[in-house]
């Protein structure tokens, strides 16, 4: 009778090469079926949201899904695991459903690429926008400035100045000498607008007494054309969970969110921006640091409400010290009314947390 118990172990006989091949390969069938189950839970999650508001945080994050079903769909082929090659396929076709609008459009003669370091030479009826977060604690004083004072931008918007970075970027006024903010008389205003053309109305403060702030100006641009008004504001972060209605400190004033969007304070925020913004003139650029994407919720609200959209532009500008693959699309140039974009891109780094954006806008339909 043999003893099994003496009997070598099978995979002790293997040459350690081929031992060391099978653990390898059984580690990529786990490693597929782990990062398939996170694919799944990312792309669904957001439904929870009515139950669990910061369940749609993981709807910003589209890109980033995108890219992994990619690379989980290519290991599956390799692999030849195919039920879990048409789930991360399934996964991918829900992603660039959403993604989409937002895609960049390759569009023969759009301007792209100068990064504000070489001067561009513009249509009659085209203006330069720039819109940046310098990062209230930064120091990056004079590469800001330099970056700023080289853009050839005709109009800027700033987000999260302080009283140190209004001095610092003071010696912009020899180019940039009309600015609105309100700075020095409100501690929660962190907005600035800076342009080379006169404002011939503004307005600085809390929308409807409520955040976020909006600084804004109407512009007569140097073609003739009818006034535009540019408009800078930021948002709160995705991750401030709302309170009841009536009981929140940054809304007291706020109705019950509208059905679809979660109970969170940038959700809040993002109502009370729209019902403004609708206030303002016809012909509007909106920018700043939204933290949202594009195709978020809370974001897809403002363009069905205020009618400010940016589709077929897409910038990954946070964080600016990370690779391209792990950045948010959160900062935006969005327009409206007899607008629109001719380009739009994300800049250099310039020593903030984000990216700044540059856009090209024409100030009349093609």
Known sequence: MTDLSAAPDLDEQLPPLRRAGGAFLRGLHVGLGLGGVVLVVATFL????PFWPLAAVAEHFALQVLMGAAALGLLALLLRRWRWLGLVAGVAFIQIWTIHPYWPSFVPGTHGGTHAAQAEVLNPNEMKVVSLNVHHSGRS?????????????????????SRRWKMELAPLTAIYPFRIDCIDSDELCEEMLLSKHPFQRQGAGLTDRNLPMLV????????GSKPVTFAVTHLAWPLLIAEAPGASVTNPYLRSLPNGLPRLVQAEQMVTLADTLNGLGRDLVLMGDFNAAPWSRVQ????????????GHLAPTWPAWGPAFIRLPIDHIMTRGNLRLVSFEPGPDVGSDHLPVEAILALSAP
């Open 300 to 311: 897809d609200y403002l363009h069905q409400q205020s009618g400010v959209d940016d589709p």
């Open 46 to 49: 957001p439904l929870l949201h």
């Open 141 to 161: 004083f004079e590469q800001v400035r330099k970056y700023l004072h080289d853009s050839g931008a005709d109009v800027i918007g700033l987000v999260e100045m």
């Open 216 to 223: 804004w100006g109407e512009i007569a641009p140097p073609d």
